[in-house]
C-alpha cells in the first residue's frame, strides 16, 4: 500500500467485478432454480467444465476475428509456460468437453446447460462486466431447424417464467461455407468503397473479416453498413431453406419476431441461424439473450462432424429486468437463558434443523426482551423460549411473532405447529 491510499481502495473487488451479497443473491437462486426447471422440461442436462482452458480453444473456437478474441481475453501464462485463458464464453469448452468424453456415443441425448461466471476484458459499464455470468445451452447432433426454434421458444417460457415481457426477437441466417465466401468478397468490395469512413478497426476488419464490420457500435460505421449487401440475398440453396423453414417454426409456435439481417453476432463461428433476444429497458447493452447455430465447431476442433446450436443468457442482463420476489425465509430464532439452556437450546436447533425448519441461534447471552428485539430486526418468523422453566418441564414456549401468538409444549408438538400440522 503506498502512503495515501486507503486500505479499502486497495482491497476493493477489481473494476468490472461484483460481490453478489445476501439479500442479492436470493434473486440469482431464483434465476437458477427456474432456469434450471425450464431446461429440464426440455430434456437439457448440465454439464460444468473448468472456468479457464487453452488459450487454443478460444482462438479456435470463438474466433481469432472476433472481438472477444483479439481484446477481451484475460489470457496467462501459468507456471509451465502454458497459455490458458478465463473463459470469455462458454460453448468451445461444451464442444471440447464432448470430444473428449466422446459424449456422441453415449445414448443420452447431446442436450445441455450451464451457469456460471465468464470472463471478458471490456470497458465496464451499465451491462457490461469484466466478470458476468451465462446461463448457457447447447443442443449438438440436430440439424433440423425446428430445434433452432424450440431453443427460441425455450428462451421465451424461461422469460416468461421471470416475469420479463417487452422484449424483441431478432433473427438471422448468415450462411455457410458454402456460400459465405461469396458473400464475404462483396462485402469486402462494398467496404472498400467506404474505407475513408470506417474507423481503424473496422479498416483492418475489411481484409480480416468483413462480417466482423457489423459489430461495431460506432455510427459511422453503423451508417456505413446500412449500404453493404446483405447476406440474406446471398444465401445458397439449403440455407435459404433452413432459415425459411425456422421462420415457419416460429410462425406455428406464434412467436412473433423481427428478421434483422445485420444481426451477424460478435463470434466467428455461427453458420445459418442467428438470434437475439433484446428489452428496451436495458439502454446500450440491451441484449438479454443470443445464440445461433455453429455446425462446423465440432470438426474444426478434429472431433466428429456433429453441429451444434444454442444461446447464452446474460444473468445480470436478466435480473436487472426481471421483477423476481425473493421467497419469504420462515426463520424460527432460538432465545435461550443461561448456561444451561444454551446447552439444551444446541440439542433442540439441531433437532429441528433436522425436521427441517430453518433455526438461528446467535450465541451472545442476551435477556428475554434483548433476544425479542433481535427477533424482530431478524424478521424471525417464530422465536422458540428455553428457559430454566421450559428445561424441567421439557415444555418450550413458541411466539408467532406476526401474531403475538404463543403456545407451548414439547418439541414434537412444537414441530408439528411450525409445520402447519
Ligand atoms: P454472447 O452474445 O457473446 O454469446 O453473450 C451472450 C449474452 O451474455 C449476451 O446477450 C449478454 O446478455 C451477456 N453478456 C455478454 N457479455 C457480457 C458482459 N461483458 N457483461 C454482462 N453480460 C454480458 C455467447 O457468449 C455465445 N456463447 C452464445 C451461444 C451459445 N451461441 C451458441 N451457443
Redesign the pocket.
Known amino acids: 500500500m503506498t502512503r495515501g491510499d486507503s486500505p479499502e481502495k486497495e482491497l476493493a473487488a477489481i473494476k468490472g467485478t461484483k460481490d453478489i451479497l445476501p439479500g442479492e443473491v436470493e434473486s440469482w437462486q431464483r434465476l437458477e432454480s427456474v432456469a434450471r426447471r425450464t431446461f429440464e422440461l426440455y430434456g437439457y442436462r448440465e454439464l460444468r467444465a473448468p472456468i479457464f482452458e487453452a488459450t487454443e480453444l478460444f482462438e479456435k473456437g470463438t474466433g481469432r476475428t472476433s472481438d472477444?478474441v483479439t481484446k477481451e481475453m484475460y489470457t496467462f501464462t501459468d507456471k509451465a509456460g502454458r497459455s490458458l485463458t478465463l473463459r470469455?464464453?462458454?460453448?468451445p469448452s461444451v464442444v471440447r468437453a464432448i470430444i473428449e468424453h466422446r459424449l456422441d456415443l453415449q445414448p443420452e441425448p447431446m442436450r445441455y446447460y450451464y451457469m456460471g461466471p465468464?470472463f471478458?476484458y471490456?470497458k465496464p459499464q451499465k451491462?457490461?462486466?469484466?466478470q458476468?455470468h451465462?446461463v448457457?445451452?447447447?443442443v449438438f447432433g440436430e440439424k433440423d431447424a425446428a430445434v433452432d426454434a424450440e431453443l427460441i421458444e425455450m428462451a421465451h417460457s424461461l422469460l416468461a417464467r421471470l416475469n420479463i415481457s417487452a422484449t424483441d426477437t431478432l433473427v438471422n441466417s448468415v450462411g455457410c461455407r458454402a456460400c459465405r465466401p461469396a458473400y464475404g468478397r462483396a462485402l469486402r468490395e462494398a467496404a472498400r468503397k467506404k474505407m475513408a469512413v470506417l474507423c481503424l478497426d473496422c479498416q483492418r476488419k475489411v481484409e480480416t473479416n468483413p462480417l466482423r464490420i457489423f459489430d461495431c457500435k460506432l455510427e459511422a460505421c453503423r451508417r456505413a453498413a446500412e449500404s453493404f449487401p446483405l447476406i440474406l440475398d446471398h444465401l445458397c440453396e439449403e440455407c435459404r431453406e433452413h432459415f425459411k423453414a425456422l421462420l415457419g417454426w416460429l410462425d406455428l409456435l406464434r412467436i412473433r419476431y423481427r428478421v434483422e439481417p445485420r444481426l451477424v453476432?460478435?463470434?466467428d463461428y455461427?453458420t445459418k441461424t442467428t438470434f437475439?433476444i433484446v428489452s428496451g429497458s436495458l439502454g446500450a447493452?440491451n441484449?438479454?439473450?443470443?445464440?445461433?447455430r455453429?455446425d462446423d465447431m465440432m470438426k474444426d476442433f478434429g472431433g466428429p462432424d456433429i453441429c451444434?446450436?444454442?444461446?447464452?443468457?446474460?444473468m445480470?442482463?436478466?435480473l436487472s429486468v426481471a421483477a423476481l420476489a425473493p421467497e419469504k425465509r420462515k426463520v424460527l430464532y432460538l432465545a435461550y437463558l443461561g448456561e444451561q439452556a444454551k446447552k439444551a437450546g444446541m440439542e433442540l436447533g439441531r433437532f429441528f434443523r433436522r425436521n427441517d425448519v430453518e433455526c438461528l441461534i446467535e450465541f451472545k447471552d442476551r435477556g428475554m426482551k434483548a433476544h425479542f428485539g433481535r427477533a424482530n430486526k431478524l424478521q424471525a418468523a417464530w422465536v422458540l423460549i428455553v428457559g430454566e422453566d421450559e428445561l424441567r418441564k421439557a415444555r418450550f414456549g413458541l411466539k408467532e411473532m406476526a401474531t403475538g401468538r404463543q403456545v407451548e409444549g414439547t418439541r414434537e408438538e412444537l414441530l408439528a405447529t411450525l409445520q402447519g400440522r
Open positions: 472477444v470469455p464464453e462458454y460453448t465468464m471478458r471490456d451491462g457490461r462486466y469484466r458476468f451465462q448457457d445451452v447447447e453476432r460478435g463470434l455461427y437475439e447493452q441484449s438479454l439473450l443470443g445464440g445461433g455453429y451444434g446450436t444454442g444461446f447464452a443468457m446474460g445480470e442482463r436478466v
